[in-house]
C-alpha cells in the first residue's frame, strides 16, 4: 500500500506570534509547515499589545538564532523596569516598584535567560522575517478557516478566500488552531471554553515625541493611575522611546468605548494640558480567563489564546503560548519508526494534562483582582495629612500585592506536569510553586533547569531534539539498556555525559530522562530493571 501524500505536515491556521512561533519551532527541527491567515497581510504595523518575553521565551528565541535580533529592538537595556503607583504622570505619587535594567539583571539560578521587553509589533516583523527567510513554511493569507473532517491519518481542512469566496481543500497530518480567543477551530469542534468575563478595556496608543517627567516620576516603564474607586488605567512606556499605552480599565458592562474621548482619557492620564501627543491606534478588548475543556480533539490541538484566555496583568498570556510544547510533540511524529503514530507529548493524556493556560490565568487574575479592589483606595485623592497616610498605605499595599505581576520567574520557569500520566514519579514532595521564587529541581514533571558544564556547553542547549539521557558524573554508568529499549520502539534517545559541580548538585540524580519539552520523565541513581516500561511511559505508549 503507497504512503498517503499531504499537503503539509503541519497546517497553523492564524499567523498571531504562537502560529508564528510554532512554525519556527517546527522549522529547527528540520519539519515543514503552512500558515493560513484569514487577513490580506501578516504585517500587521503598530500593535501595541503584549511587550514582556519571559526567561523561557528568551531560552527559545536563543534556541532559534533570534535572540541578538530580538534584544536589539527591545526596550533600551539601561532603564529600568519601575511601576509607579499615582494619581497622574503628574500628579500625587504612592509608591513605585523597582526592577533594575535589563544589562543589571542576573539570571535566576537554574535559568540561562533574563526577563526582556520587547513591543510587540517588533516581535511579530522578526518573526515574519525569520519564518519568511529560513524557508521550511509556506504563508497563505486571505485564507479563513471553513471547517475540517479528520481520520485516523490525517485532516482535511477547507479554507475559503474572504473576498472571493473561493475555497481551498488542505490535507495535513495536522491542524493546530492558533486563531485567537474567537477560535473558529474551537468553535468547529464544540470544544467548551468555560470561565469569566472580567471587564472591557480600552487601549489607545499614542506617541510623545518630548515629555519631562517630575524627578519623582520620572524613568518609569508603567504608571498605575489611581483615584479612590481603584486603578482606572494604566500608562505604559512601549517602547523607551516614544510610544505609549494607556489602557483604561472597564467594567463588567460594555465600556462604551465608541462615546470616549481618547484625547480627554489621555490629559487625565498625563496629568497635565501642554504635552503634545498623537493618537496612533484605538482597540476596546475584552479581558476573560478562560480554558478550553480540551486542548486537543484527535489529530488537532489548540495553542494560545484558542486554548486559554487569561488577563494581561502579569505578561503571562504570549509567553504561555510560546512555551515550546508543541513543536517538540510533533517533533516526535517524523523520528524514525513513528511516522503514523502518535507522538507522547501529543498524546491527549499528555496535551489535555497540560493545565499551564489555567494555572497562569488564575495568577494573571489574582494581580487583576488587587487592581480593582476599591475597599482599598479611600482618601488617596485627599489633600493633608490625612491623603498623604492613605497613599502610603496605598503604596504599600501595592508593592507588596504586586511584586509577582512585574517579575514572576517562578511562573514562568516553575511549571510542573504534577499526576501527569506520562512522567515517573518519584514520590518526592512537590515543592511551592511560588510566582516569584523559582526552585530549580529535577523532580520528574519539572523544566530540566540550566546548569554551568565544565566543557563551557549550555545545559538546556542539550534539549528540544528528541529525549536526551543525562549521565550527571555518571559517565561509567552503563546505559546500553535504555539505548536497546529505545530503540525498538523507535523513540529518539540521545545519551550526554556532564560534568561540573553545580550541575551535579542541581540534578540531584546520577541519570536524568529529559523530554524533548525540556520536562523530565523520570530520574534514578542507577539503570532500572524494566527500562521498557519507563520509556513505554514517557512516550505514551
Request: proline share 6%; with cysteine; net charge negative.
Amino acid at each position: 500500500m503507497m504512503a498517503e501524500t499531504f499537503d503539509t505536515p503541519v497546517l497553523i491556521v492564524g499567523a498571531g506570534p504562537v502560529g508564528l512561533t510554532l512554525a519556527l519551532d517546527l522549522g529547527w527541527r528540520g519539519h515543514q509547515s503552512t500558515i493560513v491567515e484569514r487577513e490580506p497581510d501578516i504585517e500587521r504595523g503598530l500593535r501595541a499589545k503584549a511587550s514582556g518575553l519571559d526567561e523561557r521565551s528568551l531560552e527559545l528565541v536563543r534556541r532559534w538564532g533570534l535572540h541578538e535580533r530580538v534584544t536589539a529592538v527591545g526596550f533600551p537595556n539601561d532603564y529600568p523596569g519601575d511601576t509607579l503607583y499615582c494619581t497622574s504622570m503628574h500628579g500625587m505619587v504612592m509608591g513605585r516598584s523597582h526592577l533594575p535594567p535589563v544589562k543589571d539583571e542576573i539570571p535566576p539560578k537554574g535559568a540561562s535567560e533574563t526577563r526582556n521587553t520587547v513591543p510587540q509589533w517588533e516581535l511579530d516583523r522578526l518573526l515574519v522575517q525569520a519564518v519568511t527567510e529560513r524557508g521550511h513554511t509556506m504563508v497563505r493569507c486571505n485564507a479563513a478557516f471553513a471547517d475540517l473532517t479528520q481520520d485516523e491519518h490525517g485532516v482535511t481542512t477547507h479554507v475559503v478566500d474572504p473576498g472571493t469566496g473561493e475555497t481551498t481543500t488542505i490535507r495535513s497530518r495536522y491542524v493546530v488552531g492558533c486563531d485567537g480567543a474567537g477560535s473558529a477551530v474551537r468553535r468547529h469542534l464544540d470544544i467548551p471554553f468555560a470561565g469569566r468575563q472580567l471587564d472591557f478595556s480600552l487601549s489607545v496608543t499614542v506617541r510623545i515625541r518630548e515629555m519631562t517627567l517630575p524627578e519623582q516620576l520620572a524613568r518609569g516603564q508603567r504608571y498605575l493611575l489611581i483615584d479612590e474607586s481603584g486603578v482606572w488605567g494604566i500608562f505604559t512606556f512601549m517602547d523607551g522611546r516614544e510610544i505609549w499605552r494607556l489602557t483604561v480599565v472597564g467594567a463588567q458592562d460594555k465600556l462604551g468605548a465608541d462615546t470616549h474621548d481618547d484625547a480627554a482619557l489621555i490629559r487625565r492620564a498625563l496629568g497635565s494640558d501642554d504635552i503634545e501627543f498623537e493618537i496612533l491606534r484605538r482597540e476596546p478588548w475584552r479581558r476573560s480567563q478562560c480554558v478550553a475543556a480540551s486542548y486537543r480533539h484527535g489529530r488537532v490541538l489548540l495553542a494560545g489564546d484558542s486554548a486559554h484566555t487569561m488577563s494581561p496583568t502579569g505578561g503571562h498570556g504570549l509567553n504561555t503560548g510560546i512555551g515550546g510544547r508543541l513543536g517538540a510533540g510533533l517533533d516526535a511524529e517524523w523520528s524514525p519508526r513513528r511516522v503514523g503514530r502518535v507522538p507522547s507529548c501529543l498524546t491527549p493524556t499528555r496535551w489535555n494534562a497540560d493545565r499551564s493556560g489555567l494555572r497562569n490565568g488564575l495568577k494573571a487574575t489574582g494581580n487583576y483582582g488587587d487592581w480593582v479592589d476599591r475597599s482599598r483606595y479611600a482618601g488617596v485623592t485627599k489633600d493633608g495629612a490625612e491623603g498623604e497616610a492613605a497613599r502610603a498605605r496605598t503604596g504599600q499595599m501595592l508593592i507588596s500585592a504586586l511584586a509577582s505581576e512585574w517579575h514572576s520567574p517562578g511562573t514562568a520557569l516553575g511549571y510542573r506536569y504534577e499526576g501527569s500520566p506520562v512522567i515517573v514519579a518519584d514520590g518526592t514532595p512537590e515543592p511551592p510553586d511560588d510566582p516569584v521564587t523559582y526552585l530549580p529541581t529535577t523532580r520528574p514533571g519539572h523544566r530540566a533547569p540550566q546548569a554551568a558544564l565544565a566543557d563551557g556547553r549550555s545545559l538546556v542547549g542539550l534539549f528540544g531534539r528528541g529525549f536526551v539521557l543525562l549521565r550527571v558524573a555518571a559517565a561509567d554508568v552503563d546505559v546500553e539498556p535504555f539505548q536497546k529499549a529505545a530503540a525498538a520502539s523507535g523513540l529518539p534517545l540521545t545519551v550526554e555525559d556532564v560534568e561540573g559541580p553545580e550541575v551535579a548538585a542541581m540534578y540531584e540524580r546520577r541519570l536524568v530522562l529529559v523530554r524533548p519539552d525540556g520536562h523530565v520523565a523520570w530520574r534514578g541513581d542507577v539503570v532500572p530493571d524494566d527500562c521498557v516500561a519507563i520509556l513505554d511511559v514517557a512516550r505514551g505508549a
